[in-house]
């Protein structure tokens, strides 16, 4: 919503003066942008006709708050930011940033102990002052929380930072320990922790470890390879259907399918690999669309086979490596062999770590290749085609090669979602779950498994995170479900995130070549001219 | 100096669709030489750069090197015989840096020889080893160029084909880069096949030329005698730099 003001009256406006001429104009766009959109509603009334609600009051919010936010950003943002970029004449020094006075030691204090307050006494503070405060209180115990992990973060930024890749595997290896060790003296009670864990490790730790996986996977085709793959939930739903069958028609074990399905997929990627070898860019991604459309509407007719858009069910859990099952009814049941109580949460455990170990193999064979020949032709073959064949490399096999690495892991990946859900269907394989991955991929940051993984969290972190908003409901009232929301959040996170930063949350390439003896000298670190 | 042939091209006929771009060109480069063909633009100086390299194919005529008939063989096929490029426009990696490019050019060994063959490229061009951790879109052109040429010779070539090295270039850039193609065919006995619009320069530094008019080679000889021929001094070098 930039509005250009000419030279002659910025020179003469003040701020204020400036910041009511543009939250007109802003607001002006608002109304025309919004009149039909929010102003308007259609419906349907009981005899099925068509009904036009007006909403004058709703638009007229969302109109002056667009202009009081232009309002407040030119007449009060702008000026703070430009100042804070201004030293002070006395001292030579810049102005605290606005980091270290947001993150105080007395703020933080007291929001620590207004979270444990809150937390504590969370089961009581409904019957003290009632439901709807009981509601706005735990929208502050969210807010409290947020602040004080922002606090840490902000403090050990510098260790965050130096430490990433150290600290983040640290955590996700860790994590369901934590959380079941945080539930369990929340409910005071192992069992309880256990059954609360579920949600966390599940929903949270697993779904966005398979987002993981399959974005590092197809990170190979576009992010290394720079191939335009708009069906790659293709792969992931073979893997997940070779498993599906394999295993309830024949019994055949996770142990030995996981890699046939990965091989099952490779092969796939190869054959689609073959036809789509001349294309580039746009009309590759057309085909590989078409390609991931015919998967699925296979999946859906070929009901002999795949028992149509019904999917198959009944799919056998994952067993620990033979020695323990998962079945309640087995007689080598884990709870049995370790006399410990019986829990489903041993299960989602069990498949996070799984999970988390496949993720960990994909990013330790990236790693490894793109410093292999067959990785560095990958990365050639982005940056110029012409280039690397007439350097002597076969454009045919490295193609094919990428195509097959990326599908392997969407493979393994499906077999993995395939034992995980114990049902599959051709409504989980549909175009947005690409999308979705190549989102990942792109804001990510292309090539950079980190920056991938952090985009992983954030995006399906965040919508799984939307679900628990039920304080929300006390703003916005009962029938407000932010979950539906989420594509929208989704959407809006994208934007942002592309205007901020165009090559995604990590943009640089880490080069994988250094003279000999400079070999811990990155070039990030080394001015230009100096390396 | 006159050694065997090294690459022979004859009758050489391409096409783009229905527009022939060559019209039977017969070039040859003996072992040792440097060749230069120059012409105007459109002339199909690229064409043929790009034909013995397999992309455009040539529909008739035979690309002969070192004895072998190279006109059907896939491109990559072609590289590994030890022909190496400096592609038109240079088509360096430009988000690797200037050592992972130097690394793709010695792919063909599996960088066999690397630490030697990179030295070699450093010593003819002190730039670049300056410019090691850059990346290549950062360099300026003339960085690019002997980035392209480095790249090209890491694959230890039989053959180096160049393609309007000078292009876009300062004078004094495209001096360095026409001494260094120089001290590598005398030091080392390169033969150097090279596409060029700056007629003058090319000649001067070439054992033989080419002349090529609208996809034909309508005269050759010894650099000396086509700088001295009255037809191509109007055509090329009359109001050029000298």
């Given at each position: 919503m930039a509005v250009t003001v000419s030279r002659e009256s910025d020179s003469v406006a003040t701020p204020t003066q400036r910041a009511l001429k543009e939250a007109f104009y802003a607001g002006a766009i608002a109304l025309g942008l919004f009149v039909l959109f929010i102003g308007l509603k259609t419906g349907q009334n009981m005899s099925n006709e068509l009904v036009l609600t007006q909403r004058w009051g709703l638009l007229a919010a969302v109109v002056i708050a667009t202009a009081v936010g232009r309002f407040l950003y030119v007449a009060y943002g702008q000026p703070f930011m430009a100042n804070q970029k201004i030293a002070n004449v006395a001292t030579g020094l810049l102005p605290a940033s606005v980091g270290s006075r947001f993150f105080t030691l007395p703020a933080f204090i007291v929001a620590v102990v207004a979270m444990v307050l809150l937390f504590v006494f969370n089961g009581s503070l409904a019957g003290w002052v009632g439901a709807e405060p009981a509601g706005y209180l735990q929208f502050l115990r969210a807010l409290a929380v947020i602040y004080v992990l922002a606090c840490v973060i902000y403090y050990f930024r510098a260790f965050i930072h130096a430490n990433f890749t150290k600290l983040g595997i640290t955590a996700l290896v860790l994590y369901p320990i934590l959380v079941v060790a945080v539930l369990s003296l929340n409910a005071w009670s192992i069992a309880g922790g256990l059954q609360g864990s579920l949600k966390w490790v599940d929903n949270f730790g697993i779904q966005i470890l398979i987002y993981v996986m399959l974005a590092w996977g197809l990170n190979i085709v576009v992010g290394l390879a720079g191939l335009l793959d708009l069906g790659y939930v293709a792969f992931y739903a073979l893997g997940a259907y070779a498993y599906a069958l394999l295993a309830t028609q024949y019994g055949l074990s996770f142990w030995i399918l996981l890699p046939a399905a990965g091989c099952m997929a490779a092969l796939w990627g190869v054959l689609l690999g073959f036809p789509v070898l001349r294309l580039r860019g746009d009309y590759l991604a057309i085909v590989t669309l078409a390609f991931g459309e015919i998967i699925r509407l296979v999946l859906i007719n070929w009901r002999e086979v795949t028992n149509g858009s019904a999917g198959i069910s009944g799919i056998p859990k994952v067993s620990f490596f033979g020695l323990m099952t998962f079945n309640v009814s087995d007689p080598n049941y884990i709870a049995k062999v370790l006399h410990i109580a019986t829990s489903s949460a041993y299960y989602k455990i069990f498949l996070y770590y799984l999970i988390l170990g496949l993720c960990l193999l994909t990013a330790f064979v990236t790693i490894r290749l793109r410093r292999l020949p067959v990785g560095r032709a990958w990365e050639a073959l982005r940056e110029d085609e012409i280039a690397c064949r007439s350097l002597g490399i076969n454009t045919t096999t490295t193609k094919l090669t990428a195509f097959a690495t990326g599908a392997m892991f969407g493979g393994f990946a499906g077999s993995f979602f395939a034992a995980r859900q114990g049902f599959v269907s051709p409504?989980?394989?549909?175009?947005l779950e690409s999308a979705i991955i190549l989102a990942i991929v792109v804001l990510g940051g292309m090539g950079s498994l980190v920056g991938i993984a952090v985009a992983a969290m954030v995006m399906i972190g965040g919508t799984e995170a939307l679900r628990e908003l039920d304080f929300l409901k006390q703003i916005f009232g009962p029938d407000f479900t932010p979950e539906l929301y989420r594509m929208l959040l989704f959407g809006m996170a994208m934007v942002i995130v592309m205007l901020w930063k165009p090559r995604g949350f990590v943009g640089s390439r880490e080069p994988t070549a250094f003279l000999k003896e400079r070999r811990a000298v990155s070039s990030s670190f080394t001015k230009e001219g100096h390396g | 100096m006159a050694g065997t042939t090294l690459l022979d091209i004859k009758g050489v006929e391409t096409y783009y669709g229905n527009i022939?771009?060559?019209?039977?060109v017969d070039v040859t480069v003996k072992e040792g030489e440097i060749v230069a063909l120059i012409g105007a633009n459109g002339a199909g100086k690229s064409t043929l750069m790009m034909t013995i390299f397999g992309a455009p194919r040539a529909r008739t005529g035979t690309i002969t090197f070192a004895g072998t008939d190279i006109t059907q063989l896939p491109t990559h096929e072609i590289a590994r015989m030890r022909i190496a490029q400096s592609p038109e426009g240079r088509r360096i990696f430009p988000r690797m840096t200037v050592m992972e490019n130097l690394q793709m050019g010695a792919s063909l060994d599996n960088l066999k020889h690397y630490d030697e063959d990179v030295e070699k490229v450093f010593t003819l061009f002190p730039r670049l080893k300056e410019r090691i951790a850059q990346r290549g879109g950062t360099l300026s052109g003339g960085e690019q160029q002997m980035l392209s040429i480095g790249r090209a010779l890491m694959a230890r070539p039989k053959l180096l084909l160049l393609d309007e090295p000078s292009l876009g270039l300062a004078p004094l850039i495209v001096k360095q880069i026409f001494d260094a193609i120089r001290e590598l065919n005398r030091t080392q006995g390169l033969t150097v096949f090279l596409v060029e619009q700056n007629a003058f320069g090319a000649l001067k530094l070439a054992t033989r030329g080419y002349v090529m008019v609208n996809g034909n080679v309508t005269m050759s000889g010894t650099g000396k005698e086509l700088l001295a021929n009255p037809e191509v001094r109007a055509a090329y070098l009359e109001g050029g730099h000298h």
């Open positions: 409504e989980s394989f549909v175009f | 022939r771009a060559l019209n039977g």
